[in-house]
């Protein structure tokens, strides 16, 4: 059983940074492949990037890449969302999930507003 929490979300302008991130509880944490999914309104949920259990692989959606950046820190149980050069389009609330291999748990999700 693994309990997520998001934390870092917020407002901010255009061409700004945010750093979500996910704090997970349990022993096993870096048994785990960790991904980021956002949800903006009226729209389907969708892949933000993901990570490895060890953090040696990334994998990002097209609409982020070279902008985000995701990290872990497996002492610390906590995986890490660098979001930069922010956009409008970008506004969603953010969630994070542990997958083993599916993504089977999940936190509740931070908003993150980003205004033009």
């Known amino acids: 059983q693994v309990q997520l929490a998001e934390s870092g979300g917020g407002l901010v302008q255009a061409g700004g940074s945010l750093r979500l991130s996910c704090a997970a509880s349990?022993?096993?944490?870096?048994?785990?492949?960790m991904g980021w999914f956002r949800q903006a309104p009226g729209k389907q949920r969708e892949f933000v990037g993901s990570?490895?259990?060890?953090?040696?692989?990334?994998t990002y959606a097209d609409s982020v890449k070279g902008r985000f950046t995701i990290s872990r820190d497996n002492a610390r149980n906590t995986v890490y969302l660098q979001m930069n050069s922010l956009k409008p389009e970008d506004t969603a609330v953010y969630s994070c999930?542990?997958?083993?291999?599916?993504?089977?748990?999940w936190g509740q999700g931070t908003q993150v507003t980003v205004s033009s």
């Open positions: 349990g022993r096993t944490f870096s048994r785990y492949h």
């Open positions: 999930a542990a997958g083993d291999p599916d993504y089977g748990y």
């Open positions: 990570i490895s259990g060890s953090g040696g692989s990334t």
